[in-house]
């Protein structure tokens, strides 16, 4: 028996893995970050056997309280992914598992690999709507790539999606996925109207770096994108400084920054009302959207998210209030679960892949609530 991790998104160290009913483990930190929280590996052991993997001391992970109610993922074939018997004893993440073949991948949600990410660029590419456009290149190196989707033009409205700015979130990069394939579909009324009337701007992942890497939050040196918005800069958060840049150059009418969330087990969205230029053109845009999305998909609801800021309380270093508030446009954070939809459970899977990609397709359909009224 034996675990390994050395592959794209891995993540674990192995303390000690003798016994089957007692392998020890622990997740690593991101690079030069005290951060952490995902994890992915791989088991080599025998099928039909009891095995318990102790992940030890994530009571000091980024998000301690996300473990409550929390089922690690696991995947025999690495497509199919459902949620094993995982419980939290306030230091521990203890997984309990009879696998029913000799090797099984486990990780803290769907991944979305960076070999799936290249083949999405150039699925994408196929169809006479997109351009992609490299930006530049990340710590490691990797392109930093945006796909144009749609002509601009004058009468054009711009909306921009940018996501997985904190690579652990790999449900946002599904969430991607799931709105490409619908905004690219010749016979969806949606997408054509959507592109009649607005370009759209789309980073897939804006931290490569990041998610091969394994990490939760931070890109190869460390730093989280999502506090760089106000001053970005080559040396530290070239992922922000290029996309920026860019937003800059186009303008933003609209923006939805695509993340996940460790401990609120339903989607929502974040928006800009601390922000010091917040106003009633705003809030009404921000109704009218949340509106839309409540009509579009039961996935989505407006009960549960994070506190409202403060009127000019806002985090300008954050993505979507920086946005907002440099463009004085709708700009949202839209966040998915971890854990499950509690509003529309399902035990097997919890939150997927799937249910992300359906999310994504399904919030065109708000995006075309607002688009002619954005300006
Ligand atoms: C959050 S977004 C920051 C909080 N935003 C608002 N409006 N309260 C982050 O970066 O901490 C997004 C995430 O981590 O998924
Ligand atoms: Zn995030």
């Known amino acids: 028996m034996f675990i390994s991790s050395h592959f794209d998104s891995g993540n674990i160290e192995v303390i000690s893995a003798q016994q089957a009913d007692d392998i020890r483990l622990r997740i690593r930190k991101d690079n030069q970050s005290e951060f952490f929280q995902w994890f992915h590996f791989k088991l080599y052991s025998e099928a039909d056997v009891a095995h318990r993997m ?7 992970a980024a998000y301690p309280d996300a473990w409550e109610g929390y089922q ?11 949620r094993v018997d995982t419980c939290f004893d306030g230091k521990n993440l203890i997984i309990d598992h009879v696998p029913e073949q000799e090797t099984v ?3 803290y949600f769907v991944p979305y690999s960076y070999e799936r990410h290249l083949d999405l660029l150039q699925a994408a590419q196929q169809s006479s709507w997109v351009e992609q456009q490299v930006l530049g290149q990340t710590l490691d190196g990797r392109d930093m790539t945006l796909l144009q989707v749609g002509e601009p033009g004058a009468d054009k409205k711009v909306v921009w999606i940018t996501a997985r700015q904190h690579p652990g979130e790999s449900m946002a990069e599904w969430y991607v996925e799931g709105m490409l394939k619908r905004l690219l579909d010749d016979d969806d009324g949606v997408a054509r109207l959507l592109l009649d009337k607005a ?3 789309i980073v897939p992942n804006m931290n490569p770096d990041g998610s091969v890497r394994g990490h939760l939050r931070t890109n190869a040196k460390g730093v989280n994108l999502n506090r760089e918005w106000q001053s970005p800069s080559m040396e530290n958060s070239p992922e922000v400084y290029l996309v920026r840049e860019r937003m800059l150059q ?12 460790e401990a609120i087990p339903y989607n929502f969205v ?3 009302e601390g922000n010091p230029s917040y106003s009633e053109r705003i809030e009404g845009l ?10 579009a998909t039961p996935e989505f609801q407006v009960e549960h998210g994070y506190p409202r800021d403060e009127p000019g309380q806002a985090n300008l270093t954050v993505c979507s209030a920086n946005v907002g508030e440099t463009f004085d446009c709708l700009a949202f954070t839209v966040e998915m679960p971890f854990k499950d939809n509690d509003g529309v459970a399902n035990p097997l899977t919890g939150w997927s892949d799937i249910r992300s990609q359906q999310f994504g397709h399904d919030s065109l359909a708000a995006v075309l609530a607002v688009v002619d009224k954005l300006r």
């Open 54 to 60: 102790v992940i030890e001391g994530v009571d000091k």
């Open 72 to 82: 690690a993922m696991a995947s025999y074939d690495r497509e199919h992914w459902f």
């Open 105 to 107: 991948f486990y990780a």
């Open 199 to 201: 370009v759209f701007y």
């Open 250 to 261: 186009t303008g933003v009418d609209m923006h939805l920054d695509i993340h996940g969330d």
């Open 270 to 272: 974040a928006g800009c």
């Open 286 to 295: 921000e109704e009218a959207f949340k509106q839309a999305l409540l009509h």
